[in-house]
């Protein structure tokens, strides 16, 4: 909520918060003024025996002048309210009333370029979450494009092996859309984590072996349409020690490394290596994760922006033959994922390339249980 007008007053004011030029005292002005030009214009009458006529001419004309003077103070503030309050209706969100007023006026003012920064970042956000609903179905659906297309060209048989791949991203793509309907809950804080205990291993290696079917089923069809995509990458998986387990939701966390190694393959040299590491962390059941590339890495002036939505900072050209730069959504999903198990995610050092950091609290008691 944002605070009152009182409470945003500038601390050096003179005035203390009181307000001189409110409507009521240009009004309560008005009439004394008016009082006092009739009074004084009376005593010039009697002392200088004028007629009574222009006397009262004088006053009413003076009293007009007074009362425009006031009236056009308080109405064109009003029109240019009118004027931006419909640029909203229409869906202009961009507009502002100029907020130069110490008074009630000047309060309404602010109230309606607080209402349009609420509707402008509604917009923003309902864009950006088409933006991220694509981009989050893309994967699970080239995986399982890449799957078909294999048993339909001979490439691979229709076996159980690669009947439960089929499926596990038709129910990855389930579960996608069923987190969908959990959005709403977003406008309140609270979005549900389905967290368990797992072995990070094979649960990483599962990650990196669809990491890998994305990028070969991304690679036939950028071939069709005759460009390129980033096959030559040699993703690595380095969890220490073997049987480490981590608590948490796998699904999310999947979302976390699917973004980070997705980015890092972007931005790798040609022939590079991607590495994912994975170590236990202070807590109980906690997990760090890292996802390392031998790209140009990023300056550290651009830290603080990376996971923002729709940044691609200061390399926006991908270093891959061919490759784009993508959405600049996947590591603001990545970052959202983290934040709801109560964890961190963050630019570190690196000698070479680019370090992506993420803690996972594990049994904290910050973490959101369903």
């Known amino acids: 909520m944002s605070d009152g007008p009182a409470a945003r007053r500038d ?210 069809i950028a071939s069709g349409s005759g460009s390129h995509t980033r096959t030559d990458v040699h993703l690595h998986l380095d969890v220490h020690p073997p049987e480490l387990t981590a608590h948490a939701d796998p699904e999310r966390i999947h979302q976390v490394v699917a973004n980070l190694i997705d980015n890092a393959v972007k931005h790798s040299p040609p022939h590079g290596r991607v590495t994912v590491k994975a170590r236990r962390g202070p807590q109980p059941e906690s997990l760090e994760i890292e996802v390392l590339d031998e790209g140009p890495g990023i300056p550290r002036s651009e830290w603080h922006r990376v996971f923002e939505r729709f940044n691609r900072g200061a390399v926006s050209r991908p270093h891959g033959p061919g490759s784009d730069g993508g959405t600049g959504l996947g590591l603001a999903i990545a970052r959202w994922a983290v934040d709801l198990h109560g964890g961190r995610i963050g630019v570190a050092e690196s000698e070479r390339g680019c370090r992506i950091l993420v803690t996972l609290p594990g049994l904290s008691p910050s973490a959101k249980l369903t």
């Open 11 to 220: 601390p050096g004011d003179p005035w203390g918060g009181v307000r001189p030029f409110s409507i009521k005292t240009k009004l309560g002005a008005l009439v004394v003024i008016s009082v006092l030009i009739t009074t004084g214009l009376l005593l010039v009458a009697v002392r200088t025996a004028t007629e009574l006529r222009f006397i009262t001419v004088f006053s009413m004309i003076a009293t007009l002048l007074i009362t425009q003077f006031v009236a056009h103070s308080l109405t064109a503030p009003l029109d240019e309210m009118n004027t931006v309050a419909r640029s909203i209706s229409h869906g202009d969100y961009t507009r502002r009333v100029r907020e130069n007023r110490r008074d009630e006026l000047g309060d309404l003012a602010q109230t309606i370029n607080r209402m349009a920064d609420d509707l402008e970042a509604q917009d923003r956000q309902r864009k950006e979450l088409v933006a991220n609903v694509s981009h989050e179905l893309r994967t699970p659906i080239a995986g399982l494009r890449a799957v078909l297309e294999n048993i339909v060209d001979g490439v691979t048989e229709a076996d159980p092996e690669t009947m439960r791949t089929a499926l596990k991203q038709t129910e990855r793509l389930g579960r996608l859309v069923e987190t969908l309907l959990d959005l709403s809950r977003l406008d309140n804080g609270v979005v549900p984590l389905k967290q368990r205990r797992f072995e990070v291993w094979p649960y990483l290696a599962g990650v990196l072996k669809e990491a890998n079917m994305v990028a070969s089923a991304r690679a036939g």
